[in-house]
């Protein structure tokens, strides 16, 4: 009570400009995090920055993303700037995550009683705005790895057997980090603080590792990147040769980071449990889990198609003496 109290003049800015401080930048955060939250606030703060905290109601922030619902995205040329198609409801819906994450901080650090958010409906639907994670089943990655560069053919493979993000964790990996004595793998920097970790090899990981240590010999890094003058030593993007080969697979596109969802999915369909499957992904929040397991609604219907519906009609029957 007595921080609510002296907290009652606390403007939507000055908490705002805390939160980048202290619950955006890295290494609490990544540094796209920030950057999203930075591009959201700059939407935020023209309609809420001087609000007290305590002024915010669910009824501004329904009206705030009614408002950014019917706005146009502006694009700036050199002939100007014009307006282009209505934004998104999952480019809407963005700023509403973030102002969520922003005032249960304060609800947390006990600057407002409750958050206000958590009585708002979000007024789209996202439904058709956002696509479900893909869950990469046994015969496309038999075709990813057939059309795939070896480097590329590695990275699958080592991602949907122990679950490494590729741009924060694989890709920057240096040789030293890989025991191969020991089947392990040290992750000293990843996108969150439960990311750093020593991660056990599956037998297919070992050899993709193998694979790989076997095809940089001249360089320090296990993913060398081959353009010459690059920033950095290591490749720090996959998403032009990802494309051609699940073009060549024939296999519509998704994003490679998803092939983590096809590692949660596998193990949680395997019969794990669900907060080890987590502890597998290194995610802080157990209920991130939820996401990355979706597929498996996909593996029930998958099943449900090989329901025998005739099976007490057959003459000779099948069961367990």
Request: hydrophobic share 35%.
């Amino acid at each position: 009570m007595p921080a609510l109290l002296a907290a009652k003049d606390l403007t939507f800015d000055t908490w705002a400009d805390w939160f980048l401080e202290n619950r955006s930048r890295p290494p609490v955060r990544s540094e796209n995090t920030h950057r999203a939250n930075l591009e959201v606030l700059r939407n935020l703060r023209p309609v809420f920055g001087g609000w007290r905290l305590t002024d915010i109601t669910p009824e501004a922030i329904e009206e705030y993303l009614a408002r950014r619902l019917r706005s146009r995205r502006k694009i700036t040329t050199k002939l100007g700037t014009y307006q282009s198609r209505p934004l998104k409801p999952s480019t809407v819906h963005r700023d509403y995550r973030v102002l969520s994450r922003i005032l249960n901080v304060a609800v947390q650090k006990k600057r407002l009683a409750s958050n206000p958010c958590h009585s708002v409906e979000f007024p789209a639907r996202l439904a058709g705005s956002t696509r479900k994670p893909h869950y990469l089943t046994a015969s496309e990655q038999a075709r990813v790895e057939f059309f795939a560069p070896a480097y590329l053919r590695n990275v699958v493979v080592i991602m949907v057997e122990i679950g490494l993000r590729p741009y924060k964790e694989l890709l920057p990996i240096r040789k030293e980090q890989v025991d191969m004595e020991n089947r392990l793998v040290h992750l000293p920097d990843s996108k969150t603080a439960s990311g750093i970790a020593d991660m056990p090899m599956s037998e297919r990981a070992r050899q993709a590792f193998e694979s790989q240590l076997s095809e940089s010999l001249d360089s320090d890094f296990l993913f060398p990147s081959t353009r010459p003058g690059a920033k950095k030593p290591h490749l720090t993007t996959l998403k032009k040769i990802w494309a051609s080969t699940l073009k060549r697979a024939g296999i519509e596109h998704f994003p490679l980071y998803q092939l983590r969802h096809t590692f949660a999915t596998r193990h949680s369909a395997g019969g794990m449990a669900d907060h080890f499957v987590t502890q597998m992904l290194r995610q802080g929040d157990s209920t991130v889990f939820k996401r990355y397991s979706q597929a498996k609604l996909g593996m029930m219907r998958e099943a449900l198609q090989k329901l025998d519906r005739q099976a007490n009609e057959h003459e000779r029957t099948f069961a367990t003496a």
